[in-house]
């Protein structure tokens, strides 16, 4: 899956309108195999990324959550964490 695309279910606060289009973006774009489609295939790149943010914002609304939700604050920071962990970053100087 794109590294971009995050976990947008069960989240205090909820999963705002840009960050669903931002994940279908990057989902069509991916499928696509192209950031920018030429001017022939521009209308149905904007259509699928239309439509998928239209489906996705049905299904986030229609997800039941049986755990508490999770803070973002928190769960970026563990991210973090974990991204220096695994040496794909250097720790932030202090």
Do not use: W
Request: glycine share 2%; net charge positive; with cysteine.
């Amino acid at each position: 899956m794109c590294r971009s695309i995050h976990t947008l279910h069960n989240f205090e606060p909820a999963a705002t309108s840009e960050e669903v289009h931002a994940a279908a973006l990057q989902f069509v774009r991916k499928i696509a195999g192209t950031t920018k489609p030429s001017k022939a295939n521009q209308d149905a790149f904007d259509r699928a990324v239309h439509e998928i943010e239209h489906i996705t914002q049905h299904l986030l609304h229609d997800l039941v959550a049986t755990v508490p939700p999770k803070n973002r604050e928190e769960e970026a920071e563990k991210a973090r964490a974990r991204a220096v962990r695994s040496g794909r970053y250097a720790a932030p100087a202090a």
